[in-house]
């Protein structure tokens, strides 16, 4: 990797739209914490929006769900051979999560790599 590649943003939504032609990006619900009343808990779907700037060339992306408390990782979504072709305009990456079950209230993140190396965290919580 020849650039080094600066994090925007990471955010935690309920859905991303895309719109058709402008490929614009509409996020619904943001949030940074999720109530359940029970546990374990399913959280039906969620979206996580990333933008990257300073950065061209074909990457692997990879977004882990990591449970802080129990020091473990819970999920791994992966864009793999992703071409970037114009540094100066933003990356934008959308990850869609469906069925994500919580063992527990407590503290969780997502993590962004790319091509294996840690780029940014979001911390989000999970209350009862």
Request: glycine share 6%; proline share 2%; with cysteine.
């Amino acid at each position: 990797m020849h650039l080094k590649p600066i994090l925007k943003a990471i955010l935690l939504c309920d859905q991303t739209l895309v719109e058709e032609g402008t490929h614009k990006r509409t996020l619904i619900g943001i949030f940074d914490r999720i109530k359940s009343v029970k546990f374990p808990s399913s959280h039906p779907s969620m979206s996580i929006y990333v933008q990257f700037r300073e950065i061209e060339g074909t990457f692997d992306f990879s977004l882990e769900l990591f449970d802080l408390n129990e020091g473990k990782s819970m999920h791994r979504a992966m864009i793999q051979g992703y071409t970037v072709k114009d540094r100066s305009r933003d990356c934008e990456l959308v990850f869609n999560i469906f069925s994500v079950k919580f063992e527990h209230a407590g503290e969780y993140e997502f993590r962004i790599f790319v091509n294996d190396t840690v780029f940014g965290q979001k911390s989000f919580k999970i209350l009862n």
